[in-house]
């Protein structure tokens, strides 16, 4: 498997940003992520994210991947958090 290490630093948050309480911080993110949930396909997709995606989906039609239904691993995970508090 081929490791990613070139990945772009993000742009550092808007003015303002840091002024902000947790609580507008969330809002804010909520806001941009609704914005951009509306049309993903114009969300552009970095050429390394569809090499890895190729790449996984490969090894795992060779047979040398696992996978499980979401509603399992799902159940796991919340039963771990259960177990953590």
Known sequence: ???YLSMRQPALPPPGFDELSP???LEYIQALWDHFSQHPEDVPVPD?????VAERLAAHRRGEMTSRPWSEVREEL???LRTER
């Open 78 to 80: 919340l039963a771990r």
């Open 23 to 25: 609580d507008e911080k």
């Open 48 to 52: 390394w994210h569809r090499q890895v």
């Open 1 to 3: 498997m081929t490791i």
